[in-house]
């Protein structure tokens, strides 16, 4: 399964018609644009459905990273000034999300990217991290909005 939502449209787009497969040694047609992955759930050439969406708009790499280094700076002694290394790390790493699913996951669809970026701040919003040192922030907000978030997300299929 590969890391890129696959929608209707692009199971249209890039399936080949099975007469055409057969006709070209070996399946591989000169002019063909890449085809959908052929392996796990979509070798049929299927649309993700909303439990594949789900799964793929939470970049849960970035977010472990997030979490490891949570957990460093929770054994840091008083004198590091914990809140605003949280402030840089959430900051560095809401980029780092878009670089690193667009070059690393090889990511295409730029509406898959953005909601999955989204979803690496709602999360970071509902450990509490950063939003902490806010006078408003309360870990209710966070504990309401990630399974909210996480409920509604999938129900959109990334077009581009």
Do not use: C, H
């Not at 399936?15 to 002019?31: I, M």
């Not at 909210?148 to 997300?153: A, E, K, M, P, S």
Request: glycine share 6%; aromatic share 12%.
């Amino acid at each position: 399964m590969g890391r890129t939502v696959l929608t209707a449209s692009d199971v249209r787009k890039y399936s080949v018609p099975r007469a055409a497969e057969d006709a070209t040694p070996a399946g591989v047609l000169a002019d063909a644009p890449p085809r959908a992955p052929q392996t796990g759930k979509n070798s049929g050439a299927e649309a993700d459905g909303y439990q594949e969406r789900l799964v793929k708009y939470i970049p849960a790499d970035v977010i472990a990273l997030y979490l490891a280094i949570e957990g460093v700076l929770k054994t840091a002694g008083a004198q590091v000034p914990v809140g605003a290394i949280q402030w840089v790390v959430f900051i560095l790493l809401l980029p780092a999300t878009w670089l690193y699913l667009s070059r690393v996951a090889r990511i295409s669809k730029r509406q898959q990217i953005q909601i999955s970026v989204v979803s690496f701040a709602v999360w970071v919003f509902s450990l509490g991290g950063p939003f902490t040192e806010l006078r408003w922030y309360d870990p209710i907000y966070g504990a309401i909005i990630l399974p909210l978030y996480t409920f509604i997300v999938p129900i959109f299929e990334a077009q581009r």
